[in-house]
């Protein structure tokens, strides 16, 4: 079964710090990963997402996030964070080649960046 | 504005009315999926569809729950018989064959 492990509730960083946001992973095959934002009272956004090819994947507002299949792993990194990256993330992947198109997210985790 | 809009962004329903919200997705976008969240959660995977045809649909869907396509474009998520643990926020997304879902702002319901 998929399923999608943010093993931190809240992060807490001073701004201007590098930031990591951890996500491991279980499924079957080879995994699509992806990274979503919330910010209150707003819908999700897509950050960023790795299906093939590279595994550091960059995404938007600087944010970037590594594909390691040994520790099935899929950390969100930024090396510099700002106040107003402060919101909720989400983590998920979805079975490329099991035929389904059930995406797990994960629980999410609180960035909380301190000015 | 051309993103996922869904209807109406919040619903306020006593225990067993039916309630029925709408989703418009990206224009061009054959792929519709369903979710709810519930506070403190991820989104919870509903339903998907491809075009018209609902291609997956996840097991912990009660029978009360029904979702359409019917033209391939807008969809509907009807609950029968409402109950208080149905009281969630539902998210709607669409995408391309390239996986990138983009999410709608989401229904809040809250049955009473």
């Known amino acids: 079964a998929q399923s999608v492990a943010q093993p931190e509730d809240q992060v807490n960083v001073a701004e201007g710090n590098p930031l990591t946001v951890k996500c491991t992973y279980s499924v079957s095959g080879n995994p699509y990963l992806f990274w979503y934002v919330q910010y209150p009272n707003r819908g999700l956004q897509f950050l960023l997402k790795y299906i093939t090819g590279d595994n550091l994947v960059k995404g938007s507002y600087g944010f970037e996030a590594e594909f390691n299949k040994s520790q099935t792993s899929f950390h969100l990194k930024k090396p510099s964070a700002l106040v107003s990256d402060s919101a909720l993330y989400f983590c998920a992947v979805r079975a490329s080649n099991t035929g389904g198109f059930k995406t797990i997210f994960g629980a999410g985790t609180r960035l909380f960046v301190k000015a | 504005d051309t993103g996922v809009s869904q209807n109406p962004r919040h619903k306020i329903t006593k225990r067993g009315q039916n309630v029925t919200f709408r989703c418009d997705p990206i224009s061009e976008h054959n792929r519709l999926y369903w979710y709810r969240q519930t506070l403190g959660q991820g989104p919870e995977f509903l339903t998907y569809?491809?075009?018209?045809?609902?291609?997956?649909k996840s097991r912990l869907l009660s029978d009360r729950f029904s979702a359409e396509r019917p033209k391939g474009s807008f969809s509907t998520l009807e609950i029968q018989r409402t109950e208080q643990g149905d009281s969630a926020m539902y998210l709607c997304a669409s995408s391309t064959l390239e996986e990138t879902q983009y999410f709608g702002p989401g229904t809040r319901l809250l049955v009473l």
């Open positions: 569809f491809q075009n018209e045809a609902q291609l997956e």
